[in-house]
């Protein structure tokens, strides 16, 4: 079923598509999290609360681009997350430290994704935002600056900058090809 | 780039978000809010038979004034017909009163109704009757001035404009005046607005067809900012509360 119908459906008043939803778009608006925040544990919190938003204002939602607009809370809850500066340097912190601790590992986890996740953590918060959004979620940075409130010259000084950090952290331009 | 979704999600914290998640949406009550459409029927449906009647009374009366004045001379027959579409425009703004008589705009807050978008719907009521009376003035009347329908549009467009203007202004002004008394008071102030060209010396005349043109495009603007206001004050409420 598509979202707009999905939309169309819960907003009659059949509540049960809500779960349609937090199933099709749970693990996107994960990685985002994770990638935003750094912390994928608190990323799974940060999730949840995206979702709970979501179905507590979906009566005045106006269909465009569900998606996104999951997106933009998921980004909007991030931001309330950090509440200060100390709380982002804790948990870009901890973030290494998990880093170092899955090294080891035998997990499944690509180790890109693992380093891409490190890496990211080191931009500014808006850099990561509009990095995230643009090469991993595959937005144009006219749908970037609409969601996250900035200016089109903002958003693409934002990935520029925020790509030319990535290539520094990284250190393998193979790397940075991928992306 | 889907490298980035290789992370991997713990399948027990998911289910426990989605279990939460799940809970929130059994719980949510959905209110409905109408779009402009679903509005504009809802307040068709539930619009007054009288107000119909009313309307129906106006157009028919409109017809009359065009077979009974036709042969006025003309400035007499552009004030009878200035004044009556004015008339007719109280009576489209009188949807948009009762929208604020005393403790709708609460209950209508306390309903989640919105307020700006059944203002609009009831503006739009409104213009529609002045719409055909207009219409009818010109098309039936405007062609018999030897072929000057377009300048006898503009002497029945000018006083209208402004008298609407007056009338959306009397909804702040005259607030806290019992609802027959301000719409009297309305009826007959934009009814006098209606009139006053007709004792200006030589208004009629060719030379002073800009004079309107001016008039015409300064009301177009004071109307558009009446508007305007209208909405913003809506938020207020205790500016529109006619009670």
Redesign the interface.
């Known amino acids: 079923m598509e979202d707009r119908e999905l939309i169309r459906r ?4 059949q ?2 598509y ?2 349609d939803v ?2 099709r778009y ?2 996107d608006i ?2 985002f999290c ?2 935003q925040t750094g912390d ?1 544990d608190g990323a ?1 919190d940060l ?2 609360e995206t ?2 938003r979501f ?1 507590r204002y ?3 939602y106006n269909y465009h681009n569900l998606k996104g607009y999951l997106l933009t809370i998921a980004m909007n809850v991030c931001r309330a997350s950090w509440r200060n500066e100390a709380d982002r340097e804790s948990v870009l912190r901890a973030a290494r430290e998990e880093q170092h601790r899955s090294a080891g590992s035998s ?4 180790i ?3 380093l ?2 490190e890496a990211l953590a080191e931009l500014s918060e808006s850099q990561r935002e509009a990095v995230i959004l643009h ?2 979620y595959g937005y144009k940075n006219r749908e970037i600056a609409r969601m996250t409130g900035a200016s089109l010259a903002a958003v693409k000084s934002r990935i520029r900058q925020g790509l030319e950090k990535l290539q520094l952290f990284l250190e393998k331009e193979d790397f940075y090809g ?2 | 780039m889907e490298e980035y979704k290789s992370l991997t999600i713990d399948k027990e914290k998911k289910e426990r978000n989605l279990e939460e998640i799940r809970r929130a949406a059994a719980a949510k009550k959905v209110r409905n809010y109408p779009n402009f459409i679903q509005s504009m029927l809802i307040q068709l449906k539930y619009r007054p038979v009288f107000m119909w009647m009313l309307e129906g009374v106006c157009l028919g009366a409109a017809f009359a004034v065009c077979r009974y004045f036709k042969s006025w001379p003309g400035p007499e027959l552009f004030t009878v017909c200035a004044i009556f579409l004015v008339l007719s425009g109280n009576i489209g703004f009188a949807g948009l009163g009762r929208l604020f008589s005393r403790n709708m705009a609460e209950l209508e807050q306390t309903l989640y109704l919105n307020l700006k978008q059944m203002a609009a719907i009831q503006l739009l009521f409104g213009g529609i009757l002045d719409l055909l009376v207009f219409g009818i003035f010109v098309l039936l009347l405007g062609p018999a001035r030897a072929g000057e329908t377009a300048v006898f549009a503009l002497y029945l467009l000018v006083p209208f404009v402004w008298a609407d203007v007056w009338i959306l202004w009397a909804f702040t002004l005259l607030r806290g005046i019992t609802s027959g008394l301000r719409q009297a008071g309305t009826a007959l102030l934009s009814a006098a607005v209606a009139a006053a060209p007709y004792f200006i010396p030589h208004i009629y005349d060719r030379s002073c067809l800009p004079l309107w043109g001016l008039a015409l495009l300064a009301g177009g603007g004071a109307l558009v900012l009446a508007v305007k206001r209208i909405f913003c004050v809506i938020e207020g409420g205790e500016e529109l509360c006619l009670s």
């Open positions: 819960i907003q009659g008043g509540t049960e809500l779960n937090a199933a749970y693990d994960y990685y994770c990638y994928r799974y999730t949840q979702f709970l179905i979906v009566d005045h997990e499944a986890d690509n890109r994704a693992v891409l996740k090469h991993l991928g992306i």
